[in-house]
């Protein structure tokens, strides 16, 4: 799953980037969990609100009845996460994280609920858990990488991306947060380099597009910004991908708030 860039100050660095996915924060889902109870979270998003209850009253009532099942857990978690109950979506994680102790996917969706509600010592530890016990899957070291650039320590960030990229050659994903990476350290030219090599990948998610736009309109190339926007993707695709990039370059938007932490 790759990430969408937002731009927000923060008083040490004048400057974060929250990671949206879609609807969600970057924590809401984890890349490889592509559906909850078989829904995208895009249809669980579009929901009318009942209907959002009954399933939430459903996945709660599967992981109360098999509070050790990884697969039930992570749906709720999930679930409760595209809802905003971060908070809770860790409990549900701890819960199961406790009674699976030796799966290295319960681990990884534990220390991004973890990092979900700002725990990042614990989220990090927890990641490294995963890693010891995953030690060839490309996600944990991409996890931990966003759990140290959200840290503020950007160096160790792109070593753990370096690792996850050895691991899955040309990942769009791990391209993409090596981007956010040089992003946060105030480096577009090398945030652009890997955002285009991310958008070569087949497998590239929409959004991996959004960003290259971004960057390129973060350095003042607005028509590159448009074009790259809008290519390969349908009318209504290059639309919302527009309409991104004209809020995050609107005043008060991103290219203001990431001006002003330069």
Known sequence: MAYRIAFQ??????????????AGCASTRGSNMENIAGLTVEQVAAMPAAQRAVLSQRLEMDFQRYPGNAENAIAYAEFLKAEGQFDKANDV??????????????????????????????????????????????????????????????????????????LSRNN?????????????THDLVSAEGFLRDAVKQRD????????????LALQGKRDEAQRVATAAVSSEQAARNLAALNAATAPGGAWEQYSAGM
């Open 172 to 184: 769009p994903e791990v391209l993409s947060n090596m981007a956010t990476s040089y992003v946060l």
């Open 9 to 22: 100050k923060t008083t040490a660095a004048a400057l974060t980037v929250s990671l949206i996915v879609l």
């Open 204 to 215: 590239a998610d929409p959004d991996v597009r959004v960003n290259l736009a971004l960057v």
């Open 93 to 166: 994680m701890k819960t199961a994280a406790g009674r699976n102790p030796g799966s290295a996917s319960v681990q990884l969706y534990f220390a991004r609920s973890q990092a979900a509600i700002g725990n990042y010592p614990d989220a990090l530890r927890t990641s490294r858990r995963a890693a010891q016990l995953a030690p060839n899957d490309w996600r944990t070291y991409s996890q931990e990488g966003l759990i140290l650039d959200q840290m503020g320590k950007p160096m160790d960030a792109r070593m753990a991306y370096r690792k996850a990229l050895s």
